[in-house]
């Protein structure tokens, strides 16, 4: 049963002090303790207009095929983080949350019931996003102050002083990969504005099993660690703005069944022949989308599997850029292209923390097309003359890379609708570089496991935007408005 129908509301402002992600701690500012109230409880020090919420709403937007929580508040938005205390045992969190009706399942949650809670949370006492670098020091381990996004369960809990916390997990509980604790606290990753007194958390649809009918609540809260049975435990401590009335989705019925078409290998080569490549910047959701308009429906045509590895074949949309590959943490490489790749090959998986199918199987969605940030680099034993070459020292990769090889899989949000494929880059995830060159490639490619390292080969050319891979287009400036 969902605490909002056993509980006061309250109960829904756990979510948001586990949650987390953001921008630029550059711009948080910390409040110091001066004098106690006369009666003090957890959190008072922190009570300020930044936390007052004024507004909010949960919004569609279907030029980038996601939810767009956002709270507005009194003050500036994100601007105040705790005061570290040194341990994670009683660490403080601060957090902008959004209490729904959503079920476990449809976050990837099994064997466990609860509130599922969207928070964009700040501790400074802890990093529990290992696998995202969000204030790009290339380092996985200290982005705790920023404030980023997490999906949460909560429960009734007498230890927390608002009676909620984050439910714990059980020995043999089944956890998303993307769990970086033992707890019912997921990190993934979605991009955090913080836009004056605006607050907001880019979801894809997909997130959500492209669930349009569920509602939310808003809140802000603060909320405290504490270690129980070892292990640790997220407990709402106080409520700052309590939840008002629910939230429905807008737009949502412009949300489309699925963000891809059926895929087939009958389909002709129409499908990679290329119209026109774009890669435009929305300052609006501070993101780059990328897009491909082709002569046939995009992203319809697979390859036949053959039933192993080695020899894979591999479709691919391709947009090989003038980005660095350290842009985007690939490190010690040199003269490598970096280029963002969208593929699909049924014969291996290469995304093991993403479910892209929802079935919820991690490791069968290689059919699927499916983002990597690859460096390309010039290779005589590959047909095209280039590959993605294998790494041995798997520190030169950022964490979500699966395989040895300077090969990541990003998570990036993509779709495709009629002869258009897009996919949308948040820019903190380039090194929040808005301005570099590209081109447009479909491919087909092949794995070559025979050497020491897994090599991914360019066999053929199918198409090239500007005929001579030249990287002559640059990035535009768009608004969502301009689409």
């Known amino acids: 049963m969902n605490i909002l129908n056993k509980l006061f509301i309250p109960s829904l402002l756990v979510a948001s002090a586990l949650s987390g992600c953001s921008s630029d701690s550059s711009a948080l500012s910390v409040i110091k303790p001066s004098d106690p ?4 409880r957890s959190g008072d020090v922190y ?4 936390f007052e919420i004024n507004n909010a709403q949960v919004k569609y937007e279907p030029v980038i095929d996601a939810f767009v929580f956002t709270i507005e508040t009194n003050g500036d938005a994100g601007s105040l983080a705790p005061v570290p205390i040194g341990q994670v045992d009683g660490a403080p969190v601060l ?14 949650y099994r064997d466990v019931e609860g509130t599922v809670a969207l928070g964009i949370t700040s501790h400074p006492d802890f990093d529990d996003t290992p696998l995202w670098d969000e204030d790009n020091n290339e380092a996985y381990d200290d982005d705790g102050i920023v404030y980023h996004s997490h999906w949460v369960v909560l429960e009734n809990n007498e230890l927390a002083g608002e009676g909620l916390a984050v439910v714990q997990a059980e020995p043999g509980d089944s956890l998303t990969p993307t769990s ?21 958390v880019i979801v894809p649809t997909n997130a959500v099993k492209r669930n349009t009918t569920f509602t939310s609540r808003a809140l802000t809260a603060y909320l405290e660690v504490g270690i129980v049975d070892e292990s640790p435990l997220l407990k709402v401590e106080r409520f700052y703005s309590k939840p008002g009335a629910p939230i429905i989705v807008q737009n949502s019925d412009r949300v489309p069944v699925s963000n891809w078409p059926e895929v087939s290998t009958a389909h002709d080569d129409d499908t990679f022949n290329l119209i026109n490549t774009t890669i435009d910047y929305l300052e609006e959701i501070d993101s780059l989308v990328f897009s491909m308009e082709t002569q046939a429906p995009a992203a319809i045509k697979t390859v036949e599997p053959i039933g192993e590895v080695n020899g894979a074949p591999v479709l691919g949309y391709v947009f090989p850029t003038s980005l660095s590959p350290a842009a985007v943490g690939f490190k010690n490489i040199d003269g490598g ?3 963002l790749a969208v593929t699909t090959h049924p014969d291996f998986d290469d995304t093991p923390l993403w479910d892209e199918n929802a079935n919820g199987d991690y ?6 097309y499916h983002t990597h940030w690859v460096a390309l680099v010039p290779d005589e034993a590959s047909g095209a003359g280039l590959s993605v070459p294998y790494v041995l020292d798997e520190t030169n990769l950022p964490p979500t890379a699966p395989m040895p090889m300077y090969l990541d899989s990003p998570n990036f949000h993509a779709y495709a609708s009629g002869n258009k494929l897009s996919v949308i880059v948040p820019t903190q995830r380039v090194d929040n570089i808005t301005t570099f060159n590209f081109d447009g490639v479909t491919a087909t490619m092949n794995v070559d496991a025979t050497g020491e390292g897994p090599v991914l080969r360019v066999n053929g050319v199918i198409d090239v935007q500007s005929g001579d891979l030249s990287l002559p287009y640059t990035v535009t400036e768009k608004h969502l408005t301009d689409f």
């Open 37 to 40: 109230p006369v009666h003090p």
């Open 47 to 50: 009570d300020s207009e930044v």
């Open 180 to 200: 970086p604790m033992p707890m019912y606290l997921d990190s993934p990753g979605f991009t955090v504005l913080e836009k004056g007194r605006e607050i907001s």
């Open 337 to 339: 292209i970096l280029a």
């Open 95 to 108: 957090g902008y949350v959004f209490v729904t009706d959503l079920s476990p399942t449809d976050i990837g």
């Open 363 to 368: 490791l069968d969605d290689g059919v699927v």
